[in-house]
């Protein structure tokens, strides 16, 4: 059986010990030479030494700018993200009065066109249809062993929906639009059915499983699900809807798409390219990122009480980025982004209607705090790391702040933003299968020494 870590605690001193010796090795044989990826002109991380993604492959589903060229040369501008060659903010402006957003851009996504009004309708009945998690599964999957962080939970249970699938490694396109259909609407079930299954068995909450309700949106569904009273406002609907629209994609180079583009290139099937998907959106430095914005300024509000203090808080983000505080990494969470320069564009769609939200719920004078972070982080980042670039917040900054005025737990933030992304994941795999490419398979270069093998007796023993 494997060791795990309540076992190892008690491991008696001997083995205790040996098991220390064996995570050292591992951590010293496991160091590179920092100067020998610059000496083989290794693009660590599949970037540049400006920090440019390195091009890997080519898509027709969104483009995403932060630059643009004046007299042949580059210079930073405004952000601005299109899915199909439509412009996000323009999509969103067109909804206005509608709700569907999510549904349409996911449709847009899938098929690369705006869908007609004939189009969307059949379009949301098709998906109306797919709303559903069988008893037995709820049951025997999602209510066994479940977990604090909601993302392994949906990991599981996508993998395990293979197994309820009766043709699931078909990866032509007809099986695997339907696979992707279904999962867009039944990922939205797993994971609020996941947190309360959570919620029950370890603290002995109420457990709600509401079903999702014919001729409401996935947005508004969401709500329904995770109110416990199963009521929301239109705002909150529209707010969400939009959110789930600003999440749903954002290129082929992000982590997580760029691991679907990988895996879904070797053959798989489209439970276990969604899943490693999703194990790749879970990390901190991904979908996470959001949760760790929501630490850092309950940090910033127990350290500085006084939300109106400008010179309090500047004098706080300092200590951030000197190291000083918070949790001493020397970043401001949800500030910078690798293509964006001088806004996000989804960024400044999320902070509109969260200003719109925190009128509606009395929040105003959090909102001020954080425009007034944002603002002065932009400036200290600049002034204190030597920019010559301008810094802007990125869509992390505001979302937390959003799902909290929504009513949507902590645990459900990146699951949140994995219920959006499958609309993307999803149209790349199908990309990914159209073009029929060949398997990624990058290099990595040997530097270590190679070396003559000896024999157990020739290895000498250690005292």
């Known amino acids: 059986m494997a060791i795990d870590s309540k076992s190892m605690m008690e491991l008696d001193g001997t083995l205790n010990e040996q098991f220390d010796d064996l995570v050292k090795y591992c951590m010293t044989s496991g160091e590179i030479n920092l100067d020998l990826y610059t000496e083989y002109?290794?693009?660590?991380?599949?970037?540049?030494?400006?920090?440019?993604?390195?091009?890997?492959?080519?898509?027709?589903?969104?483009?995403?700018?932060?630059?643009?060229?004046?007299?042949?040369?580059?210079?930073?501008?405004?952000?601005?993200?299109?899915?199909?060659?439509?412009?996000?903010?323009?999509?969103?402006?067109?909804?206005?009065?509608?709700?569907?957003?999510?549904?349409?851009?996911?449709?847009?996504?899938?098929?690369?066109?705006?869908?007609?009004?004939?189009?969307?309708?059949?379009?949301?009945?098709?998906?109306?249809?797919?709303?559903?998690?069988?008893?037995?599964?709820?049951?025997?999957?999602?209510?066994?062993?479940?977990?604090?962080?909601?993302?392994?939970?949906?990991?599981?249970?996508?993998?395990?929906?293979y197994s309820?699938?009766?043709?699931?490694?078909?990866?032509?396109?007809?099986?695997?639009?339907?696979?992707?259909?279904?999962?867009?609407?039944?990922?939205?079930?797993?994971?609020?059915?996941?947190?309360?299954?959570?919620?029950?068995?370890?603290?002995?909450?109420?457990?709600?499983?509401?079903?999702?309700?014919?001729?409401?949106?996935?947005?508004?569904?969401?709500?329904?699900?995770?109110?416990?009273d199963g009521t929301f406002t239109e705002l909150e609907a529209r707010v969400l809807d939009i959110a789930l629209v600003i999440h749903a994609e954002h290129g082929g180079g992000n982590n997580s798409t760029f691991t679907n583009h990988v895996v879904t290139s070797s053959g798989t099937d489209t439970y276990s390219a969604v899943a490693a998907s999703?194990?790749?959106?879970?990390?901190?430095?991904?979908g996470g990122a959001n949760l760790k914005v929501q630490q850092?300024?309950?940090?910033?509000?127990?350290?500085?009480?006084?939300?109106?203090?400008?010179?309090?808080?500047?004098?706080?983000?300092?200590?951030?980025?000197?190291?000083?505080?918070?949790?001493?990494?020397?970043?401001?969470?949800?500030?910078?982004?690798?293509?964006?320069?001088?806004?996000?564009?989804?960024?400044?769609?999320?902070k509109e209607y969260a200003e719109k939200l925190a009128k509606e719920k009395g929040k105003m004078d959090e909102f001020e705090l954080y425009s007034n972070v944002e603002r002065i982080s932009a400036e200290l980042l600049k002034e204190k790391r030597r920019l010559f670039k301008p810094v802007c917040?990125?869509?992390?900054?505001?979302?937390?702040?959003?799902?909290?005025?929504?009513?949507?737990?902590t645990e459900l933030f990146t699951p949140i933003f994995a219920i959006s992304r499958m609309s993307g994941w999803s149209a790349h795999r199908l990309e990914e299968i159209c073009n029929n490419g060949k398997i990624i398979r990058p290099a990595y270069k040997f530097v270590g020494v190679h070396k003559e093998y000896a024999n157990m007796e020739e290895r000498g023993w250690d005292e």
Not at 60 to 77: L, N, S, Y
């Open 278 to 286: 999703i194990a790749s959106l879970k990390g901190p430095k991904h």
């Open 296 to 350: 850092m300024f309950d940090d910033i509000k127990a350290h500085c009480p006084d939300w109106k203090n400008l010179d309090e808080i500047r004098a706080y983000l300092i200590k951030i980025l000197d190291k000083e505080a918070f949790d001493k990494s020397g970043l401001i969470y949800g500030m910078g982004h690798a293509v964006y320069t001088e806004s996000d564009p989804r960024q400044v769609i999320l």
């Open 393 to 409: 917040a990125n869509v992390d900054f505001y979302s937390g702040f959003v799902y909290t005025m929504l009513g949507i737990p």
């Open 41 to 161: 002109d290794v693009k660590r991380g599949l970037r540049d030494a400006n920090g440019n993604g390195v091009l890997t492959g080519l898509t027709e589903i969104a483009d995403v700018t932060g630059t643009r060229i004046e007299d042949g040369v580059k210079v930073p501008a405004e952000g601005r993200l299109y899915y199909q060659g439509y412009n996000v903010l323009e999509m969103i402006k067109g909804n206005e009065n509608r709700k569907f957003a999510f549904e349409e851009a996911t449709y847009l996504l899938l098929f690369g066109e705006l869908p007609t009004e004939k189009q969307l309708k059949s379009f949301i009945e098709i998906l109306t249809s797919l709303q559903e998690i069988s008893g037995a599964f709820l049951r025997d999957v999602i209510m066994k062993a479940p977990s604090g962080n909601i993302m392994n939970a949906l990991q599981k249970s996508i993998l395990t929906l």
């Open 164 to 228: 309820y699938d009766e043709n699931p490694d078909d990866t032509s396109i007809a099986n695997v639009l339907r696979q992707s259909l279904q999962l867009i609407c039944k990922v939205p079930l797993i994971s609020v059915y996941a947190y309360y299954a959570y919620r029950h068995f370890q603290f002995d909450e109420s457990l709600v499983i509401r079903t999702p309700e014919k001729g409401l949106s996935i947005a508004e569904n969401l709500l329904r699900m995770i109110h416990l």
